[in-house]
């Protein structure tokens, strides 16, 4: 009896010292380290999420959608609880167009993350989700979206995968497109199953871009730089650039040709623009009181400058020719002549009124400035090859928009893209003068002479409406020697219309054309001729 008394004794201490650890635990637990175990609960069972804004829209000047944002998903996965990684990459692959072996890669590694898909479509995401393959989440994002595809490609850009503009109005107008990220809290049970979501922080949105562009008039250029803008406000209608890129779907080209399409090359490509420059070589002499439309030149199928023999194009005799007919005929020597009556310093000052050598100030990244020479870099042979368009470096935006102040009456006036931000109208550009009223009048007058029966463009006509321009065919310079290359050039044709009353003008630049010839007159001008004949009646331009 004794014994068991003992033994229930000895059990009853061991329970009574159990009951003491236990309480003593509680205690230790409860009071001493309460506050650290609540808070890591709290953080498992408690995560903040960032809500990703969605990204302002891009349209053209009627509303038509050229860069959006939708609802995607990015697709990830945690190695460690992907139970069958051969079985999740056979009913994943079809769906997240990825091969078998890179996905079994890819679920194999021996990390806690990986990412199987970067902004997938909602209705793509939806299906993968739908396999419930432990392991694999979706994280909600926001997808950009170019549904014109080609369209303005290299204006518009791309943004990357963490959702920054990288190129284009993307990337210069990142900082209004993108809008700010929220956050949001979730709690979630014991398995992990959200039980409360609230945001403490809502998202902002990106703000909208409204550009000036077209998009039924953008999508007529092809194979050049081409840029068609309202000479009198400055308003980019179209730009277009090739070769044409799809930018919804970047990882089909490798990232050095990726870089090569993005450039804008309307304001990123330097090139000697030619004969389109003899107007402003022309514009300074008129301008000065030294010549007029009328003033007769002798003209001689070459000139010497310093040693140097320049020609015109096609040989003819030695002939007398107005001021409006060397433009009409685009004649070198004509030119030379002309810039000879300026002189290098008044010459000199005219490059530089008309915006060369500075960016134009366009609202688009990229911009280059051209090359021109300062008055004490001239060498004796300058004034030979500098009137004619040889010898300094233009961008085709610069171009453009000297043209744009001949035809708006002779103020130049920054061109731009943007026209309304959030719906906001942006004010105009404000311009300044470089040329009279008469001048720019006397100028367009000539500009329509070279489309007439004697001109470099005497092929194109628009039935209805009276046409001004000028043709342009530069060599470029062989980089391997230094020198003018003989089968390398950039034919150009600049014009617009109605020639007395211009609202719609139109640049093309052709680099290196193959297509059988190397002139403006034959390979830019006639696409001119296309665009315009269905910009003007399409913008309710009447005939004139």
Known sequence: MAVVQRRVGVIFGLFFLLLVVAAGRTVYLGVLRGGALRKAASNEQLSYETVTAPRGTITDRNGVGLAISEPAQDISADPYLVKAPLEAAQRLAPLLGESQSSLLTKLSERRGFVYLARALPARAAQAVLALKIAGVTGTPVM?????????????????GAEGVGLAGLEYSANGLLSGHAGERRVVSDEIGQPV???????????????????????QRPKDATAIVMDPRSGAILALANWPQVDVNDPSAYSPEAMANAMEDRAVGFDYEPGSTFKAVTVSGAIEAGLITPSTPFNIPDEIEVAEKTI????????????????????????AIKIGALEGAPRFNEWVHRFGFGEPTGVDLPGEEKGVT????????????????????LVTPMQMATAYAAIANGGILRPPHIVGAI?????????????????????LRQMLKGVLGPEGTAHEVSIPGYELAGKTGTASK??????????????????????????????????DEPSAGS?????VAAPAFGQIMSFALPYLGIAPG
């Not at 004490?376 to 300094?392: A, K, R, V």
């Open 373 to 392: 020479l300062a008055l004490n870099e001239y060498s004796g042979s300058s004034m030979g090859n500098l009137p004619i368009g040889q010898g300094e």
């Open 196 to 218: 409360s979501i609230s945001e403490p922080r809502r998202e902002v949105p990106g703000k909208s871009l409204t550009l000036t562009l077209d998009a039924n008039i953008q």
């Open 518 to 522: 190397i002139y403006g007159g034959t």
């Open 311 to 334: 020609h015109d194009d096609t040989e003819h005799p030695e002939e007398t020719l107005t001021t409006a007919q060397i433009l009409a005929r685009s004649s070198n020597v004509g």
């Open 422 to 442: 959030d719906g906001r109208p942006l004010p105009e550009p404000a311009g300044h003068r470089i040329i009279s009223r008469t001048t720019a009048a006397e």
């Open 477 to 510: 310079v062989d980089t391997a020697t230094g020198e003018y290359s003989k089968t390398a050039y950039v034919a150009s044709f600049i014009g617009f219309a109605p020639a007395n009353d211009p609202k719609l003008l139109c640049a093309i630049v052709v």
């Open 143 to 159: 997808r950009r979206v170019y549904p014109r595809r080609t369209l303005a490609a290299q204006v518009l850009g791309l943004v």
